[in-house]
């Protein structure tokens, strides 16, 4: 703009544009002071207008294009300032949404990391459930084995409960057998020696029956006859056992002595065997109060 000035004011003659700029720089100078103390524009506009009306019209022209000139560098350097203040603003968005996209990828990175450790995790998990399928395949098949096992077991217990009740009953044959042996020698003798040993006279055969007890039930007695002591009425109650042990004693004891007390006079309970399980059982039973025999005795 300065050199379209200088341009005009060598055609129109330098000395009026100098003392007509030097006018204008002071009334414009004026008008500012003026227009920084709150004066209204338009009136600042308007008495420049008046002033220009006294210039010659080619200058006036001049000014007038002039002026325009510099109401369009005006308004030029306001849109560039709304444009850098545009642009600015715009820089410090971008800056700030860099920022936060920064945030974001190192939050991402923790993220995937966190993912990594996650996906590792399901790989061990995957890996154990896989090796604890194949343990449970294998207690199956174990299971599957022992229950066959069980089966045979149960099976052959079976065959061994069926042989041991066989057995026991052979056993229980026999053994009566022998007790009924060892009974039919004691009928023969123990008169002998009850009246031997102890003064007693048995008045009928020794044999085997059943009485009642006191409260009216039967009970078997192995070996059973009246006898007489000094014209005492006495029952004789016997037993006879394979082999006698102290728990035969307190049973005999319980289960025919005292239930058969009060339906005789008197009670004489004999014992006969063929050995003793411990030492101590004869004197047991002899301390009992029962007189015991044994088989060579006869």
């Known amino acids: 703009m300065p050199r379209v000035v200088l341009k005009m004011a060598k055609n129109s003659g330098a000395k009026v544009l100098k003392s007509l700029f030097t006018g204008l720089d002071v009334n414009t100078i004026s008008l500012a002071k003026q227009r920084q103390k709150g004066y209204n524009w338009s009136m600042i506009k308007t008495s420049l207008q008046r002033k220009l009306e006294k210039l010659p019209p080619d200058l006036r022209e001049l000014i007038s294009e002039l002026a325009e000139g510099l109401e369009e560098a005006k308004a030029r350097k306001e849109e560039f300032a709304e444009l ?22 190192r939050h991402l990175e923790k993220v995937e990391g966190r993912l990594d450790r996650v996906e590792e995790a399901i790989e061990r998990l995957a890996e154990a459930q896989r090796e604890t399928e194949v343990r449970l395949q ?66 009928d055969r020794l044999r085997r029956r059943f009485l009642n007890d006191r409260e009216g039930r039967p009970i ?23 082999q006698l042990s102290r728990r035969d004693v307190d049973r005999f004891i319980r289960g025919k002595i005292k239930r058969l007390e009060g339906v005789a006079e ?28 044994y088989s060579f005795d006869f």
């Open 84 to 105: 850098r203040r545009a642009i600015q603003d715009l820089t410090e968005a971008q800056r700030k949404a860099e920022e936060r996209l920064q945030r974001v990828e």
């Open 138 to 203: 294998h207690l199956e098949e174990t299971v599957e084995r022992l229950a066959e096992a069980q089966c045979e077991t149960e099976r052959e217990i079976r065959l061994l409960a069926q042989e041991h009740r066989e057995t026991r009953r052979q056993l229980g044959g026999l053994a009566a057998t022998v007790g009924y042996r060892l009974e039919d020698e004691a009928f023969k003798a123990l008169p002998q020696l009850l009246h031997r040993d102890y003064g007693i006279v048995v008045e």
């Open 220 to 242: 078997e007695v192995n070996i059973v006859g009246e006898a007489n002591k000094n014209g005492r009425k006495l029952l004789i109650v016997g037993e006879a056992k394979s």
């Open 266 to 293: 008197e009670i004489f309970p004999v014992l006969v065997t063929y050995m003793i399980s411990q030492p101590d059982v004869e004197d047991y039973a002899r301390k009992k109060g029962i007189a015991l025999y």
